[in-house]
């Protein structure tokens, strides 16, 4: 069985937009239990990528300067990787290990210029897992 990208990505994640307040995407993390997300715009155009130590590094510079969290746009990372539905779970574990970024344990994962889902350090352990188990079953 091939193992893809398609097989283990998250369909439903959370978008941010580059005009969202960063104290809302903040909460929207922490109600959904995530570590972050892409940023698209209005039409659907992914932007940017955001995390968790993003939104912190926005909060903490706005409480320094008394100006609140600022917005997505300004705390994004608009220099990003992203991963095609079709590739394999092995071409995303070496993505993964080869990040000189370490906060961003994630990729979107991209159809025809679109972002379909969304695929963690954790969905590639799991695919890892089911592969081991395959072989030795």
Do not use: Q, W
């Not at 998250?10 to 570590?35: C, N, Q, W, Y």
């Not at 992914?46 to 320094?64: F, H, K, M, P, T």
């Not at 961003?104 to 969304?118: D, L, S, T």
């Amino acid at each position: 069985m091939a193992h893809t990208a398609r097989d283990y990505m998250s369909r439903k994640f959370v978008t941010f937009r580059p005009d969202m307040d960063v104290l809302e995407a903040t909460d929207l993390m922490v109600r959904h239990g995530i570590s972050g997300g892409p940023v698209v715009d209005r039409t659907g155009n992914l932007v940017g990528v955001l995390s968790e130590i993003d939104c912190l590094r926005g909060a903490v510079e706005g409480s320094y300067h008394g100006s609140g969290g600022g917005y997505v746009r300004e705390v994004m990372r608009t220099e990003f990787e992203t991963i095609d539905v079709d590739d394999s779970i092995m071409h995303v574990a070496r993505m993964l290990i080869n990040r000189k970024d370490y906060y961003y344990r994630a990729f979107p994962v991209m159809k025809h210029n679109r972002v379909v889902g969304r695929i963690m350090l954790r969905d590639v352990l799991g695919a890892l897992e089911d592969m081991s188990r395959e072989n030795n079953g």
